[in-house]
């Protein structure tokens, strides 16, 4: 089956820091990955979708100079947290896609930002 | 416009009693897929079940079941029997037919108590 990874599983960072998480398709080339962000006792709501080679496409209301993603081959994408504040603190996942088959759901990255 | 309702913030029963997740939602297009997922504690997303549009069939899988009805825009989710290991957190979603955008209900808590 298809199987997506992410790392780190866990990030605790202080305010005001960086912080980056990846997310690898590992048995398939992903040509779309999406990202995720859920807050505690919350719904997981898209932030953004990355393909190939191209620039990513935020969902409304996130911040694309503070959550850069960069989805530089088939298989991994990396959302990068900017000056993470205590704010940010959230589960991240994401999923990837082939063409215009099923998504496959990583098992997320749990940021904390002190 | 796309959305999911899970109405049951949470419920909660004893060891062996049946019980019914809702999901109502909504959507123009005629093709799209439904999911349920679970959530455990872990986070990770299971995968429980994907159904189509077209594809108004019950689908009974162990003691999980899944009813499917287009002319009131719902997908229930039962489990029947239910184990404390059923506990967590079950999502319903919705995506288009190219499995593009995915649309998650807010999620029902379920406590399986012994």
């Known amino acids: 089956g298809a199987v997506v990874s992410q790392h780190p599983s866990w990030v605790i960072c202080k305010s005001g820091t960086s912080v980056k998480i990846e997310c690898r398709s590992l048995?398939?080339?992903?040509?779309?990955m999406f990202w995720y962000r859920q807050f505690p006792k919350q719904s997981l709501m898209l932030m953004a979708t990355?393909?190939?080679?191209?620039?990513?496409?935020?969902e409304q209301g996130v911040e694309k100079d503070k959550f850069l993603i960069n989805h530089a081959s088939l298989t991994l994408s990396t959302l990068t947290v900017t000056s993470a504040h205590p704010e940010d603190s959230s589960f991240y996942i994401c999923?990837?896609?082939?063409?215009?088959?099923?998504?496959?759901f990583g098992p997320g990255t749990r940021l904390t930002v002190t | 416009a796309q959305k999911v309702t899970q109405a049951q913030t949470e419920i909660s029963v004893v060891e062996k009693e049946d019980v019914t997740l809702d999901c109502v939602y909504e959507?123009?297009?005629?093709?799209?897929?439904l999911f349920w997922y679970k959530q455990p504690p872990s986070g990770e997303l299971v995968f429980l079940i994907r159904?189509?549009?077209?594809?108004?069939q019950n689908e009974i899988s162990g003691r999980y079941s899944w009813n499917f009805q287009k002319s009131t825009s719902s997908f229930n989710f039962t489990i029947t029997a239910s184990q404390v290991v059923d506990s967590a957190v079950y999502f319903c979603?919705?995506?288009?037919?190219?499995?593009?955008?995915?649309?998650f209900g807010s999620g029902t808590k379920l406590n399986v108590k012994p």
């Open positions: 999923s990837a896609r082939l063409a215009a088959y099923e998504q496959y």
């Open positions: 990355s393909n190939e080679g191209s620039k990513a496409t935020y």
């Open positions: 959507t123009r297009d005629t093709t799209y897929y």
């Open positions: 159904r189509n549009s077209f594809d108004e």
């Open positions: 048995d398939f080339q992903a040509t779309t």
């Open positions: 979603a919705l995506s288009g037919y190219n499995f593009n955008k995915f649309y």
